[in-house]
């Protein structure tokens, strides 16, 4: 499996800014995602981060808020913008497998745990 | 939209003893994951089952690819205090999405 890699690992921010989170891949991976899991719950995507394109972004996110880059197949980075208390989350980054089944597993990266004054 | 219901939410047992949860859902899943998450850190893949009916070891931990494909169960035997965690199942649908269950906090009395 890859080796994920995220940056930085925790972070307390005040209201209304905003923080990029970077997420570094030890491979070339053709799919990237970003996850959010709030206090004591389970885990949400965000978006897949698409390479030389846009990302796609699940029901209930938007690219205002969540401005994700993926400049090369190693790299790729959320920034979640105008911060308030309710985005207190961990946020994960996964990359998908490569056992070349038609459904992979994915590998999650450890996490950014984001605290919002 | 498509959820899993797992269960139990948390359980609370002896090191030693063996440890069975499971995952439901109304929707078919192509693959099964069983993830553990230990406290600051991200989620790592213990087993995936990629056909149904598809019984998978691995060390202690034996899941199973339910035969209709709404379900999986993880068990672990002989529970040992590193095995303290939360547990959750994972779903891959026809849209190759993940979808994660709510999980399963182990907890082990010393």
């Known amino acids: 499996s890859a080796v994920i890699s995220q940056k930085p690992s925790r972070d307390i921010c005040q209201r209304g800014t905003s923080l990029t989170i970077q997420c570094q891949v030890d491979?070339?991976?053709?799919?990237m995602f970003w996850y959010r899991q709030q206090p004591g719950q389970s885990l949400t995507l965000i978006a897949t981060?698409?390479?030389?394109?846009?990302?796609?972004?699940e029901s209930g996110f938007v690219i205002d808020k969540f401005p994700i880059s993926r400049p090369n197949l190693t790299f790729s980075t959320l920034t979640v913008s105008n911060m308030s208390p309710e985005d207190s989350s961990i946020y994960l980054c996964s990359v998908e497998g490569t056992s070349g089944r038609a459904y992979n597993e994915q590998f999650f990266g450890p996490g950014t745990r984001l605290t919002v004054l | 939209g498509q959820q899993l219901n797992q269960s139990p939410q948390s359980m609370f047992i002896q090191e030693g003893e063996d440890v069975s949860m499971n995952c439901t859902s109304s929707?078919?899943?192509?693959?099964w994951l069983w993830y553990k998450q230990d406290p600051g850190e991200g989620p790592v893949l213990l087993i995936a089952?990629?056909?149904?009916?598809e019984l998978t070891s691995n060390g202690r931990l034996t899941a199973q690819f339910g035969i209709t494909r709404k379900d999986s169960f993880l068990n672990i035997s002989a529970s040992i205090p590193s095995d303290v965690g939360i547990y959750f199942c994972a779903g891959l649908n026809r849209d190759a999405k993940i979808i994660f269950g709510k999980g399963t906090r182990l907890h082990i009395l010393p």
């Open positions: 929707s078919i899943f192509n693959t």
């Open positions: 491979s070339q991976v053709t799919m």
């Open positions: 981060a698409n390479q030389g394109s846009e990302a796609t972004y």
């Open positions: 089952l990629y056909k149904a009916g």
